[in-house]
């Protein structure tokens, strides 16, 4: 009977095995960190997203006032009023549904 060759137990044998465990638990927490990162990092850009989307929205709200104020100065520069604050009274009657003071208010309540 043939014996197979014994293989000689070294001290680094133990030493290998530990540090291969400690290499990969060192790998997955780095992945880990890596991961959690990037997920940090979407949802921070999302955020920035929606709050550059608000103020796209904010810019182009200010941007039809302006619009409206220019088509007011434009009006005034025609001669179409007699001054500014008569146009800024027919919009207020017109849109807001003010009245002078004095001014009686006749309702319709038939809908005719």
Known sequence: MARKPVKAKTKNAGVRKRTNWILYIAVIGIIFFII???I???IRISN???ELAELENRISLENIKIDELK???AYAENGN???F????ERKAREEM???NSGEVVFINIAGH
């Open 36 to 38: 959690v990162t990037i």
């Open 40 to 42: 940090g990092q979407n």
């Open 48 to 50: 920035a997203r929606a």
């Open 71 to 73: 088509n007011v100065a």
């Open 81 to 83: 009023f007699d001054s």
């Open 85 to 88: 604050s008569d146009y800024i």
């Open 97 to 99: 549904g003010y009245v």
